[in-house]
């Protein structure tokens, strides 16, 4: 019986990426049956048209399928991967900008904008899940690339589901520190350690080599890693590390807050608003069998290697090395098992097992506590639907943590989301 993979939020237009990939890697698995998920017709006839065109252009004999039927999806599925963001980007612009008027960072991942689409996005994917289980083949795999990354796979792993989280943060290093040195990207080793969207690179080796070539990367590259993380070149020779960009939000907080509160200060909700709207403009054109050179600017960049990668390697008990998201077991010392990391993992037909780490020194380990104590927190508020248990949450950030602008917030955010949280407004 041959590969099924459903795409919950296929309608996004990150989707045409994921079937050039799946192309691209047919070598590696072959899918028979494709089936895109979305509640928005228009997003299906446009993303979906575009998508068939490139399979088909490509020689691709597989069934193809798009379907606002939640339970058609994900009848015998072997994948489920879901990139949904529920309320679009304009409840991504709430998260983005409410929380600026309050002093704290406006960012849809992290901070308080994190915790409020955490809100919106759990108990739909746990929902996801649950039928997954129910309706996939036996032993299906539920790949969760929908932010925050490191909140949902926390829920999903809780609940004990089949399921790996995904981020795209490891692969686009890789491939930067790759063109750095001049070497295929594939032969770049890094130590990426930490939770999703904190975490670090402690060192970047090519295949067969014992020698570190961070320190060759500061000395050659600074203002291009300093640009490209956020983090001055000082700093970055002080961790010994390379932060992901994501880190530069607690790094630099006040002076990215002052950054958003700029008059004229356009959203990254906003501007990728524009961008989708030309993009699925782009993908109505019957002619259009390849994906736009647009696309390279919607971000994401290499998530779809990575998520085919991934199944494969699920699929075909590869016993590969990637870095994903999973249960800590222990390779993170002083870390419990139980809690979602981001590290480097073997990955076969079981699932992602973590590779032990080095212990990270107090100024990394500290943030990591902070942050996964905050993480917990919002899995059992996007749950329960308690406001207590938000202002909590609030409090546990590491960029906000303080009352009563927690609990200001908590309402602010709550009364803005109302339309996309039932569980805390009941009918």
């Known amino acids: 019986m041959g590969i099924k993979v459903a795409v919950v939020g296929g309608g996004s237009t990150y989707t045409p990426e994921l079937v050039d990939s799946l192309c691209d890697n047919e070598d590696r698995m072959v899918v028979d049956d494709l089936v895109l998920l979305d509640p928005s017709e228009e997003r299906r006839d446009a993303v979906g048209g575009l998508s068939e065109r490139i399979l088909r252009a490509r020689g691709w004999g597989g069934a193809f399928g798009t379907t606002g039927d939640r339970d058609q999806a994900l009848e015998g599925a072997d994948f489920v991967v879901v990139q949904l963001r529920i309320g679009g980007q304009s409840a991504r612009q709430v998260d983005e ?27 739909t994917v746990l929902e996801l899940a649950e039928e997954t289980a129910k309706r996939g083949n036996p032993g299906a795999w539920f790949v969760d690339f929908t932010n925050p990354v490191g909140i949902v796979t926390q829920a999903l792993l809780d609940e004990g589901h089949r399921a790996v989280g995904l981020c795209n943060v490891a692969i686009w290093a890789q491939r930067r520190i790759g063109h750095y040195l001049g070497v295929d990207p594939d032969a770049v080793e890094i130590e990426h350690v930490g939770l999703n969207h904190l975490t670090w690179i402690r060192s970047a080796r090519l295949s067969g080599e014992s020698v570190d070539r961070l320190p060759e990367l500061f000395n050659r590259h600074g203002p291009e890693l300093e640009l490209e993380s956020g983090v001055p070149i000082a700093a970055l020779r002080l961790l010994e590390a390379l932060p992901s960009y994501y880190v530069h939000y607690y790094y630099q907080h006040d002076a990215e807050v002052a950054l958003q509160s700029r008059p004229g200060h356009r959203s990254r909700a906003e501007v990728v608003a524009d961008l989708e709207a030309k993009l699925l403009d782009e993908y109505r054109n019957p002619e259009l069998v390849t994906k736009p050179a647009a696309l390279s600017f919607r971000g994401g960049a290499f998530y779809s290697l990575a998520a085919v990668r991934l199944m494969d390697s699920l699929h075909a008990d590869t016993g590969d090395i990637q870095v994903v998201d999973m249960r800590n077991d222990g390779a993170i010392p002083g870390l419990p098992d139980e809690a979602v990391v981001e590290l480097p993992a073997v990955v076969d037909a079981e699932g992602a097992h973590p590779l032990p780490q080095r212990a990270l020194p107090p100024e990394m380990l500290g943030l990591v506590h902070h942050a996964k104590a905050y993480e917990h927190l919002a899995v059992g508020a996007a749950r329960s639907g308690s406001r207590d248990q938000v202002v909590r949450a609030l409090l546990a950030n590491p960029l906000v943590g303080q009352y009563p602008l927690a609990a200001e917030l908590a309402d602010e955010l709550l009364a803005a989301n109302r339309h996309y949280l039932p569980r805390f407004f009941p009918e």
């Open 97 to 123: 900008t409410l929380p600026v008027g309050y002093g704290c960072l406006g960012q849809e991942t992290t901070g308080a904008g994190g915790l409020a689409k955490a809100l919106r996005t759990v108990p």
